[in-house]
């Protein structure tokens, strides 16, 4: 058994480039530019929910706090008339900074869970290629598996997903590498 904190420097650098292979994702190249879509008639969308002043957070509409009220006749109604919808606000004053920052974080904590994993399983000296199998194994059912509960349950694309779940496996690829060539 090894410990993960004695893995220390495969979790930081996987962190590490998996947050430079996830900027040119995203900053380079245009794949996800298509992920989302203008709601028509944005403008008038905009200012008329902007008297509201809606706080950050997600929302559903119509929404009911008690399973007993989807059989209502004013909820049925709601829903016949539409729109459904999941309604996610965020600040208006959106900071990429402090979103990043979670990000890395994020990867930290998904390498330090492979490491963790993999130092019960495996032990020092295994080969490169079974280390990089079981870092990416895990790491992939971090950074890929649970996006699918976003098209199941909330609606979203499953072609945005699908691309998503494709990063998350070079994520997972950048990680086993970086835990192999690292590997004690």
Do not use: C
Request: hydrophobic share 50%.
């Amino acid at each position: 058994m090894i410990s993960a904190m004695s893995l220390w420097l495969p979790v930081l650098l996987s962190a590490v480039f998996v947050f430079i292979v996830s900027s040119i994702i995203h900053m380079v190249l245009t794949y996800h530019r298509n992920d989302f879509k203008s709601v028509p008639g944005e403008d008038d969308v905009l200012d008329a929910l902007s008297p509201f002043n809606i706080p950050e957070g997600e929302y559903f509409i119509p929404f009911v706090n008690e399973p007993k009220q989807r059989e209502s006749e004013e909820f049925k109604a709601k829903v016949a008339k539409g729109p459904v919808a999941f309604l996610t606000v965020i600040p208006a004053n959106y900071k990429m900074g402090g979103k990043l920052a979670m990000w890395f974080i994020y990867s930290l904590l998904v390498g330090l869970l492979t490491a963790y994993v993999a130092g019960l399983a495996l032990d020092a000296g295994s080969h490169y290629m079974a280390v990089f199998r079981f870092t990416g194994t895990v790491a992939f059912s971090a950074y890929a598996l649970a996006l699918m509960q976003n098209s199941i349950w909330y609606g979203r694309g499953w072609g945005n997903t699908l691309k998503s779940m494709g990063d998350g496996f070079v994520y997972a690829l950048v990680t086993a590498g970086t835990f192999g060539w690292l590997w004690p």
